[in-house]
C-alpha cells in the first residue's frame, strides 16, 4: 500500500526536552508544545541531573530550562549544556523577574528569556525564535536592556558590585531582598541550611559587608530599584 503524500511531505517536529521542577507547570508545557505543529516533547527532567543526563541521552533540538532547580540552576546547567553542544538553543522559562536574570542567562548561552506567566501567549514564537538560533527576548527585557546601554549609570550593586557574584549568590542574594530566611532559600532552592549559610558568608566578603543585617538591608534595596519602572523606549514584540 502506498503511503499518503500528505504523510511524506508532513514536517518534521524539533525534538524538546522540558526541565522545571514544579510538575504542574512542566505538564502545561508539554500539553502547550503538544499542540505545536513546530515542535514535540521528547522528554522531561525536574532537577538538574536528570536534566544533564537525559540532555545527553535523548539529544533534543532545544531545552525548556527553568532557573530554579534542585542542585545546579539553569544558569549552570545552560554553560554545561552549550558546552557538550555550543548550537544547542536554550530556552529559559522562569518565575523570576528578566530584568533580574535575563543578561545573565543570554550571557551563559541561552537565546532567550521567557516568564512564566508570558509561557502561554508567548511561547511558541519563543521557541520559533531559538530554533532559528534567533533570540527571543520579551518587550520588557528589551527595554531593560536598551536602558543600560543607554544610560551606563545604573546602580552601583548592579553594575559593579554584584558582578562578583556567582549566579547561586545572586540567587541567594535575590531571595534574601525578597525577605525569605535562610531555611526558606533553602527549602525554595533545594539545598541544605549549611550550604546557604556557606553563600549567605560569601556574599557579605565579597561585597564588603560588616554584618548580615548590611546584607539583608542591601539585598532588599537592590530588589526595591529593580522593580522600578524601566525607561519609557518604545520596543515593539518581535
Known amino acids: 500500500m502506498e503511503t499518503p503524500q500528505s504523510v511524506i511531505n508532513a514536517p518534521t517536529k524539533s525534538r524538546i526536552l522540558v526541565v522545571d521542577d514544579h510538575p504542574a507547570f512542566r505538564y502545561g508545557l508539554m500539553e502547550l508544545i503538544s499542540g505545536m505543529s513546530i515542535a514535540e516533547v521528547c522528554g522531561e527532567a525536574d532537577d538538574a541531573c536528570s536534566a544533564l543526563a537525559a540532555f545527553r541521552n535523548l539529544k533534543p533540538d532545544l531545552v525548556l530550562l527553568d532557573i530554579s532547580l534542585p542542585g545546579r540552576d539553569g544558569i549552570e546547567l545552560t554553560k554545561m549544556m552549550k558546552a557538550e553542544s555550543p548550537r544547542i538553543p536554550i530556552l529559559i522559562v522562569s518565575m523570576h523577574d528578566e530584568a533580574f536574570y535575563g543578561l545573565r542567562a543570554l550571557r551563559a548561552g541561552a537565546c532567550g528569556y521567557l516568564r512564566k506567566d508570558d509561557s502561554l501567549d508567548h511561547l511558541e514564537d519563543a521557541i520559533e525564535?531559538?530554533?532559528?538560533?534567533?533570540?527571543?527576548?520579551?518587550?520588557?527585557?528589551?527595554?531593560?536592556?536598551?536602558?543600560?546601554?543607554?544610560?551606563?549609570?545604573?546602580?552601583?550593586?548592579?553594575?559593579?558590585?554584584?558582578?562578583?557574584?556567582?549566579?547561586?549568590?545572586?540567587?541567594?542574594?535575590?531571595?534574601?531582598g525578597k525577605g525569605l530566611g535562610t531555611r526558606q532559600i533553602a527549602d525554595r532552592l533545594g539545598l541544605s541550611v549549611k550550604t546557604i549559610e556557606t553563600h549567605r558568608a560569601h556574599i557579605k566578603t565579597k561585597l564588603s559587608l560588616e554584618t548580615a543585617e548590611d546584607m539583608v538591608k542591601l539585598a532588599r534595596e537592590w530588589k526595591e530599584l529593580g522593580e522600578q519602572p524601566a525607561s519609557r523606549i518604545a520596543v515593539g514584540s518581535n
Not at 532559528?132 to 546602580?155: A, E, M, V
Open 129 to 176: 525564535h531559538a530554533l532559528k538560533q534567533d533570540y527571543y527576548l520579551s518587550p520588557r527585557l528589551k527595554r531593560h536592556l536598551i536602558q543600560q546601554f543607554l544610560q551606563n549609570n545604573g546602580p552601583t550593586t548592579e553594575n559593579y558590585t554584584l558582578q562578583g557574584l556567582s549566579d547561586r549568590e545572586m540567587e541567594v542574594f535575590h531571595w534574601l
